[in-house]
């Protein structure tokens, strides 16, 4: 299967800044989620954005679906070094899939 | 504490030496994956289970076996395991299927694995 990909790479930010990243895919989506991983650690859910939305907020966290486009972008508002981390975009195919394809991640860095 | 527990969480064995890694989740979830993580490349989802008894290959299943005889238990087996099998590995688990509307994976705290 076709994996997302995340952009960019790697993103370095002063605290306070807003923070953008961005996944792009290949194939539909029945939904979109994106998730959070400090240094070798396990992912953590942030959110879920479902097909036929296009967009959603949780606290600081703002997620953007354009299926059009296949792509969805990550927003952290106001951003604190605790938000330094990696993050994962990971979506699955079908309401009935049992599967979720990861992109490989944008490494977020949060300066004080 | 709902949570997903991995043991062991470090691992360094020799090439062919058959090793478990155990996954056990208290949250009562039906649905349970394991995942490689390897620099550059991702999470890539080696098998899933849907129930107990119910398993089926994920994207990168060559070298692994998995086993669910108990609703709370999902062991991942590398029986003769050999260098490129040496990753970080991740156990999921959820309520619902991944193309679910309300999905959240709840994952483990990783195994970080070593064949030499």
């Known amino acids: 299967s076709q994996q997302g990909e995340e952009d960019p790479q790697a993103l370095s930010i002063q605290e306070g800044e807003n923070a953008t990243m961005n996944c792009s895919y290949k194939t539909s989506i029945n939904n979109l989620q994106w998730y959070r991983q400090n240094s070798g650690r396990g992912l953590v859910h942030l959110i879920l954005i479902r097909s036929n939305e296009r967009e959603k907020h949780s606290g600081r966290l703002r997620v953007t679906l354009d299926t059009s486009k296949k792509s969805s972008s990550l927003l952290i508002t106001a951003s604190r070094a605790a938000d330094t981390a990696s993050y994962f975009c990971a979506r699955s195919q079908g309401a009935g899939s049992y599967q979720l394809t990861f992109g490989k991640g944008t490494k977020l860095s949060v300066i004080p | 504490e709902a949570q997903v527990t991995q043991n062991p969480r470090y691992l360094i064995t020799v090439t062919g030496k058959k090793l478990t890694v155990t996954c056990s989740q208290n949250?009562?979830?039906?649905?349970m994956s394991w995942y490689r993580q390897d620099p550059g490349l991702g999470l890539r989802q080696i098998y899933y289970s849907m129930n107990v008894e119910v398993t089926d290959k994920g994207d990168v299943p060559e070298g692994y076996k998995v086993s669910r005889k108990e609703k709370r238990n999902f062991p991942l087996i590398l029986e003769s395991p050999s260098p490129n099998q040496t990753s970080l590995y991740f156990c999921?688990?959820?309520?619902?299927?991944?193309?679910?509307?309300?999905?959240?994976?709840?994952f483990g705290p990783g195994t970080r694995l070593t064949v030499l």
């Open positions: 949250m009562n979830h039906e649905y």
């Open positions: 999921a688990s959820s309520s619902v299927p991944a193309g679910d509307s309300y999905n959240e994976q709840f």
